[in-house]
């Protein structure tokens, strides 16, 4: 039964036909004396928020295996009456029930008894058990293919269960659910660090059986001779030394991709089977995009899950990454939320990102400005090892993130903001095939109990490519990335992962691609441009597949008149009967610089309705040229570099924001005539020319 | 030092913020080589400031040669790693059971320990006793074993003429802290006046009542904290401890 749904790039869709806008805050009920829920609800309410959320702790909760406290004894623990109050105070409440919540206890919400376990804690590829070496003190990093987890798993969830049922909306307010919580590996990306418990090695072979179908097509790509998935064991550094060699090491990262995926969608289940359904799931990924973290393909349908999220917490000073995910997610999910975004910060261990007020006025507005539409702010109610929330444990209100939150509520609600359409004539995609590989190519890996830096643990031996990509691909991206912001081009970004209709609806795609790329996203790209689309890609044409085997989408991009060499067949693949793509191929190390290496010629050819551009090297006036003729312009002429600058429209008008992101004034004359929707207080304006604070996102609407 | 259950509350978040950019200031960031190898076959050598760099196809590690290469490539600290070297040392430091007996910091400590006693394989040079990475974390826990009671409360106050620029009080249990705040636990009217004596003796002396410990006060002006803050890092070696400027 479907009480809530998603309504795409809007909000949830209640049952009553109204669209509810998410933006929410988080309160630890556990954490507060139950005597000042009901008021401190009202002080959420008075900043605006109809939404509230709240972990419930597992390790909190249980008092020992199978039994559970809510409130018999203790008054903190009264669940029930805790979402009663919200329901009483007119809030729509969301919940993250676990298993894992991390909400900077000690184990991360498990109870202790899971985190020591050794059946249930992940394996490192060392050989060790991976240990959370945390203060104040350290415990087991779970295996999320563990069996024993789901069994433990289970018995919080069957207790849990009846409560979240009956306060569902409409009957309560519960209207989404988090299944766990920053899923995938407790904040440890690498390829080679987790997980090799034994149960995550019988689903990597489960994984691959179900990649390949028989042993023998797994043969075929890796030019082994196993006689079953059984006898494959993961990679534990990287060792390939031909191009052959390498979808061994891929199938690992895809494997860690799909652990991830699959683990939310057993827990999702785990609470469908309960009755806990009809309203939205979602997932908070911490915050990387790229490999083992598919946000895209775990919101696609097959994992239960409604929505991928990405959570942030950020400095001013760190805009072009927070700028970064919220256009990610405008062009990647069908709810843009941030789970968590940081208002305060934790105070155990004190990080040195630690944000302020200062910080948070600028980035908040500025999510907004990138496409989010929905955010649960945490926290709203300082506690236990949190600092820098509107509200204190005890209820005393912080003026300052009061009155900053009420005012920027009060201008998503007056001005309908989550009906607003982002302008985005460009999609911007980060190549999630070159990040799998750069994941892979790791000869060692850093670890929490002794720093490496990232460059020591790249593989040295082996020139399987053109370019030393793990220097040349953050190069473009950043390159790209800058280009976009400064030039105020109106656009999303999403990653290769991404599905045909994501493509859909924008005038120019624009992704950085070395030789490979998987067979899917090149036809996707091909597709876009076959139906009028402008496809830029560049340095180099894909040439080769996600199996690394010889294949282009794009042999229209083939230039006859370059002296070159193809790429090395793979080892032992077979042969597809597809033509390598010829290729501009300097050797390993050349052609980094501009005006070296002579790759200056931009290549383009029609493909179908429209074309597509190589930029085979970085050159402004050259990417100029190439959005020009894609047909991308600014969201508004003539502003100064410095400035950010986004559109959207609604109901015939057109929005602009703009984001002084420096620390001076920034003063300019705007080519239209503008009226002032939201300055922060602090904007000032002429008939003719702005003026922008520093470190200010402000809100226009163009006069008619 | 610091118990499990730990609470950490009434934290100013702009106290916070000053007092990690001015730990950030004295962070150690010492010029390193790293050289990865498998029993002897080098896979990679890394300078932490100038990027990749050759030390030759092979190699066989030892405090003499790691002494060559620090003078040779002019960097404070050589690491000569043999990946299953590193491995072995990697099973060795993440023990659950010992994750389970020890308090964080303690478990911290052991895994560092072991970084000393793995032989050639996985050697670095100097030592690591002969200095300290995490200088902050072990010179105040020096202070806390040597100079605090194992039962106290101990306030320490950063202030200008107008405000407290930087405060902590921190309760000590069995000579583990069980509880952090800044002085916004006290009410504001105790805070008033954060440069006189009587302020500050009136901190002390509610501390102590309100958690029924003897209570101890250091209090000293914003520019004292900065100065002591910026040199708490001097380079290798050079590390001016906090006892001895208590």
């Not at chain 1, 806008?21 to 401190?40: A, C, E, K, V």
């Not at chain 1, 928020?49 to 039994?67: K, L, N, Q």
């Not at chain 1, 009061?402 to 007056?414: G, M, Q, S, T």
């Not at chain 1, 551009?613 to 100064?640: F, Y």
């Amino acid at each position: 039964m479907s009480r809530v749904t998603v309504q795409p790039q809007r909000g949830l869709a209640l049952p009553n036909g109204r669209v509810q806008p998410w933006i929410s805050g988080t309160f630890h009920y556990w954490r507060s004396d139950p005597q000042l829920w009901s008021d401190i609800l009202s002080n959420i309410k008075a900043m605006g928020f109809d939404m509230v959320e709240t972990y419930i702790p597992w390790g909190v909760h249980e008092i020992e295996r199978g039994r559970f406290e809510f409130g018999e004894k203790e008054p903190r623990k009264n669940l029930e009456k805790f979402i009663q109050s919200a329901h009483q105070a007119d809030l729509k409440l969301v919940v993250r029930p676990g298993p894992h919540i991390n909400a900077e206890l000690t184990y991360f919400g498990y109870p202790p008894r899971i985190v020591y376990d050794p059946g249930i804690v992940a394996g490192e590829a060392s050989g060790a058990l991976s240990v959370h070496d945390a203060a104040p003190k350290a415990f087991g990093n779970l295996s999320y293919a563990s069996a024993k987890l789901y069994s433990e798993t289970a018995l919080w969830f069957d207790a849990l269960a009846p409560i979240l049922r009956r306060n569902l909306h409409p009957e309560g307010p519960i209207v989404a659910l988090q299944v766990d919580n920053e899923t995938g590996y407790y904040f440890r990306p690498a390829a080679y660090l987790m997980d090799y418990n034994p149960d995550s090695i019988r689903w990597y072979r489960t994984f691959l059986g179900k990649r390949y179908g028989t042993v023998q097509a797994l043969n075929d790509v890796y030019g082994s001779r196993y006689s079953s998935f059984g006898e494959i064991n993961p990679p534990r550094f990287f060792a390939a030394e031909a191009l052959g060699g390498l979808p061994y090491y891929l199938d690992w990262g895809r494997y860690k991709e799909w652990q991830i995926n699959e683990s939310l969608r057993i827990i999702g289940g785990m609470w469908r089977e309960r009755g806990v359904d009809g309203i939205p799931f979602f997932q908070n990924f911490y915050g990387p995009t790229d490999s083992p973290y598919n946000a895209n393909e775990a919101e696609q349908g097959a994992y239960g899950l409604d929505v991928v999220g990405l959570d942030d917490y950020q400095r001013k000073e760190v805009f072009r990454a927070t700028a970064r995910k919220a256009a990610y997610l405008a062009g990647s999910s069908r709810l843009p939320l941030i789970p968590e975004f940081g208002s305060g910060c934790w105070s155990l261990p004190l990080w040195e990102n630690t944000m302020t007020l200062e910080d948070q006025r600028f980035t908040t507005p500025l999510l907004f400005m990138f496409g989010l539409k929905a955010v649960n702010y945490y926290m709203l109610v300082e506690r236990d090892r949190w600092m820098g929330s509107p509200l204190t444990a005890d209820n005393r209100i912080r003026h300052a993130y009061f009155d900053f939150y009420r005012h920027w509520n009060a201008f998503l609600r007056k001005t309908g903001f989550h009906e607003w359409d982002l302008r985005s004539d460009l999609l911007i995609l980060a190549n999630y095939d070159t990040e799998r590989l750069l994941k892979a190519l790791k000869a060692v890996e850093g670890h929490p109990v002794h720093f490496l830096p990232d460059e020591l643990g790249f593989a040295e031996s082996p020139s399987l490519f053109k370019y030393r990509l793990e220097e040349e691909h953050p190069r473009w991206a950043g390159n790209q990335w800058d280009y976009a912001l400064k030039r105020h081009l109106p656009l999303r970004c999403s990653d290769t992962a991404a599905s045909f209709g994501k493509l859909q609806g924008h005038k120019a795609v624009w992704v950085v691609t070395f030789e490979m790329m998987g067979n899917k996203a090149q036809e996707n790209l091909r597709r876009f441009a076959e139906e009028g689309g402008t496809v830029i890609l560049g340095p180099l044409a894909p040439s080769l597949d996600e199996h690394a085997r010889p294949f282009s989408c794009f042999d229209e991009l083939r230039s006859p008149d370059v002296n070159d060499t193809p790429n090395p067949l793979p080892q032992g693949a077979r042969e597809t009967g597809l033509k390598p793509f010829l290729a501009p191929s300097p050797s390993r190390g050349e052609g980094r610089g501009e005006g070296e290496g002579g790759f200056t010629t931009k290549t383009e050819a029609r493909i179908g309705k429209g074309k597509v551009i190589l930029l085979s090297k970085w050159s402004e006036p050259t990417v100029e040229k190439a959005l020009q003729e894609a047909g991308i312009r600014p969201v508004m002429d003539s502003l100064p570099g410095e400035l950010l600058a986004t559109g959207f429209t609604h109901g015939g008008k057109e929005f602009f924001f703009f984001a002084n992101p420096t620390g001076r004034t920034v003063e300019f004359t705007p080519g239209r005539k503008l009226l002032p929707l939201y300055t922060g207080n602090d904007a000032k304006q002429s008939t003719d020319s702005l003026s922008l604070h520093p470190w200010s996102v402000t809100v226009w609407e163009a006069a008619l | 030092m610091i118990h499990p259950d730990v609470v950490f509350d009434h934290i100013d978040i702009n106290q916070a913020r000053r007092f990690v950019d001015l730990s950030a200031l004295a962070q150690p960031n010492p010029h390193v080589l790293y050289v990865l190898h498998d029993k002897g076959k080098v896979l990679k050598a890394w300078d932490s400031r100038k990027g990749k760099v050759s030390v030759g196809p092979t190699l066989a590690p030892s405090m003499e040669l790691a002494e060559d290469l620090k003078r040779r490539h002019q960097v404070e600290e050589v690491q000569l790693i043999d990946r299953d070297a590193y491995y072995q040392y990697l099973r060795q430091a993440l023990d659950l059971e010992k994750a389970r007996e020890l308090n964080g910091y303690d478990f911290k400590d052991r895994a560092k320990d072991l970084k000393a006693r793995q032989g050639n394989g996985f050697l670095i040079h100097p030592a690591r006793e002969k200095y300290d990475y995490y200088h902050y974390t072990d010179r105040t826990r020096r202070f806390i074993s040597q100079k605090l009671k194992p039962d106290c409360v101990f306030l320490l106050g950063a202030y200008t003429s107008e405000e407290w620029w930087v405060s902590v009080m921190t309760v000590f249990s069995g000579g583990q802290m069980v509880y952090l705040s800044t002085f916004e636990y006290f009410p504001a009217e105790k805070l008033a006046s954060p440069d006189s004596i009587p302020t500050h003796e009136g901190l002390v002396k509610a501390a102590a009542l309100a958690f029924r410990k003897p209570a101890f006060g250091m209090f000293l002006p914003r520019e004292t904290f900065e100065n002591f803050g910026k040199n708490q890092w001097r380079g290798l070696g050079q590390t001016p401890l906090l006892v001895e400027k208590a």
